[in-house]
């Protein structure tokens, strides 16, 4: 997958290395969320532009930092610093699966070839690969099953790139997903969405 300019080769501790701006602000403290402002959308310095419309421009579309600013001429060199780390943030501070609301398991709770119940954009179970810090899933595509990996959520290097929300353990999974990518797929197609209805189901609000 192809790493985007946002973070660097470095990655997220790069981009924690927080500089003060000429205001005096920390990088962070120039994106705002008003609840009643933008749909409650973190923005940039309370200007009407959006934290993740300028996310997109440098993260998935590769745009310069030059190219940005003339696209959004109220912002500032460290508005955008301000971008990367809020984009690291998000990141690390994951607690939960933004869909569902369940809690997402600690990595320290995961155990080596043991399979997990969650939510990716492709699978809703997963297998623990300990050693490659990644989680196996079978994933179907134009007609074929095959062997996927996936990141467990705090470990992604973009806030874009697909993880694996795991919340809880499947101790009698009906589908083997091994240690290898070049398996075939040799069972019940349907019972890899056995948890799509549940794990892609928002909570009913109380009351």
Not at 70 to 86: G, I, K
Request: glycine share 6%.
């Amino acid at each position: 997958m192809r790493e985007a300019p946002i973070l660097g080769n470095e990655g997220p501790r790069l981009a924690l290395r927080r500089k003060v701006a000429r205001d005096g602000k920390m990088p962070m403290e120039r994106i705002t969320i008003a609840p009643g402002d933008m749909g409650g959308q973190p923005c940039i310095r309370d200007l009407q532009i959006k934290f993740w419309d300028v996310y997109r421009d440098l993260a998935f579309r590769g745009m310069t930092a030059d190219s940005v600013l003339q696209r959004y001429p109220q912002l500032e060199r460290e508005d955008l610093s301000a971008v990367r780390e809020y984009a690291v943030h998000l990141i690390q501070s994951r607690t939960h699966d933004e869909f569902t609301g369940r809690p997402i398991l600690s990595k320290e709770a995961l155990k080596e070839g043991h399979y997990y119940k969650g939510r990716c954009r492709n699978a809703t179970t997963a297998r623990w690969n300990a050693q490659e810090n990644c989680f196996y899933y079978w994933q179907e595509k134009f007609g074929r099953i095959f062997i996927e990996t996936i990141r467990f959520p705090t470990d992604a290097e973009e806030a874009w790139w697909d993880v694996f929300d795991v919340v809880e353990e499947l101790p009698n999974p009906k589908v083997e997903i091994p240690f290898d990518k070049e398996a075939v797929f040799c069972g019940n197609p349907d019972e890899l969405y056995e948890y799509n209805i549940e794990m892609w189901s928002r909570p009913r609000p109380k009351g």
